[in-house]
């Protein structure tokens, strides 16, 4: 009457690691894909860059449809001029407020004297 036990040395042998509950076998593992490496990001999250000739087309574009921009209907305006661009020149600004906000930051800088362009520069509004 002999019970046949395995051997210690070929049992597997289960360790809990500290703190996580999880336990790990000594068993042979079977080798895990390779990890994949990350692709480019997709082209929907580049930055849109526009020319100096479609910087101007979207300063006419904001000017002709600028009677739409009135007080509680901002997002649709500029929404509108989003998709206007699109149709037109066939790129996606994502947000054209904030380039048309950069575009007058740096038309400011350029007509103000030196002096009055370090306290513009400096955050502070200066009355015309």
């Given at each position: 009457?002999?019970?046949?036990?395995?051997?210690?040395?070929?049992?597997?042998?289960?360790?809990?690691?500290?703190?996580?509950?999880?336990?790990?076998?000594?068993?042979?593992?079977?080798?895990?894909?390779?990890p994949q490496t990350q692709s480019p990001a997709p082209a929907d999250n580049l930055r849109t860059r526009l020319n100096d000739e479609e910087k101007l087309h979207l300063v006419r574009v904001c000017i002709e449809y600028q009677a739409e921009h009135v007080k509680g209907k901002k997002g649709a305006f500029w929404q509108k001029i989003r998709m206007l661009l699109k149709e037109q020149i066939g790129k996606d600004l994502r947000d054209p407020h904030s380039t048309m906000r950069i575009l007058l930051q740096q038309f400011e800088v350029q007509r103000l004297p030196p002096m009055r362009q370090l306290k513009w520069s400096c955050g502070a509004r200066l009355s015309p």
């Open positions: 009457m002999s019970s046949q036990t395995p051997s210690l040395s070929t049992a597997p042998t289960i360790l809990a690691s500290r703190g996580r509950g999880r336990a790990t076998s000594s068993l042979p593992q079977t080798q895990s894909p390779a």
